[in-house]
């Protein structure tokens, strides 16, 4: 008798280039997707036909409490009573625990785009995803490779030199010093993390998730 051997298929990156408009598409039926598998139906419906004015609250109630005693009517949980519903990461979510992930990135990279790179701190759209799935969270690509939430400044002129000499004999306590003299007049912004990067023989400051003046 032959043994076979169970050869677990590798996964490969696949690239898709999307126009920036398929974005809130994308994000809805996304979305939609994840509720119908957490059992929040109704929630599902108002996504989904948010423009009609067929569904009142109470269609959409009855019609949750239908399709939640028939898809659900193995499941051992207590999912198919009113407001129970799968959170993202269950067993029993599958596949929409991973819409949800990749939502979450598409919802990042739309808030922090309409808000000129900038961390909205009011909106929790820009809070990224939290990986529960074992697949790798997705990346957005743009011109510059894998997007990032975070936004360059540029150093004054007048500091570049005086920025360069610090960096290369390793002093960035001084570095820090002259970046924070260089932005007195117009303040760098808060974010998660700030690093001082050279690009194209100027320096940058690189703020990760920045956030608005007008939000701190």
């Known amino acids: 008798m ?23 598409t994308l994000v809805d039926a996304l979305e939609t997707y994840g509720r119908f598998r957490s059992g929040q139906i109704a929630a599902a419906l108002g996504t ?11 269609d959409k109630q009855v019609i949750e409490s239908i399709v939640k005693t028939l898809a659900f009517r193995k499941d051992s949980s207590n999912v198919k009573s009113p ?6 990461g269950c067993d029993e979510m599958k596949e929409g625990t991973v819409a949800w992930e990749i939502k979450k990135i598409i919802e990042q990279y ?3 785009t309409s808000n000129d790179g900038y961390r909205s701190i009011m909106d929790v759209s820009g809070d990224g995803a939290m990986q529960y799935s074992e697949i790798p969270l997705p990346n957005v690509l743009d011109s510059n490779g894998y997007w990032k939430p ?7 002129k007048k500091y570049q030199e005086q920025v360069d000499k610090e960096v290369k ?3 960035f306590e001084k ?10 007049n117009k303040p760098l912004p808060k ?13 940058y400051v690189i703020v990760e998730y920045p956030v608005k003046q007008k939000d701190t």
């Open 2 to 24: 032959k043994s076979k051997k169970n050869k677990e298929t590798e996964s490969k990156k696949v690239s898709i280039e999307f126009d920036e408009r398929h974005l809130h």
């Open 175 to 184: 570095a820090w010093k002259t970046i924070d003299k260089a932005f007195a």
């Open 48 to 58: 989904v036909f948010y423009d009609k004015e067929c569904l009142n609250y109470e």
């Open 191 to 203: 974010g998660k993390t700030s690093r001082i990067e050279k690009y194209d023989e100027s320096y």
């Open 150 to 156: 975070e936004k360059q400044f540029i150093v004054p």
């Open 83 to 88: 407001n129970c519903y799968y959170g993202v």
């Open 110 to 112: 739309l808030h922090f």
């Open 169 to 171: 004999t390793s002093d």
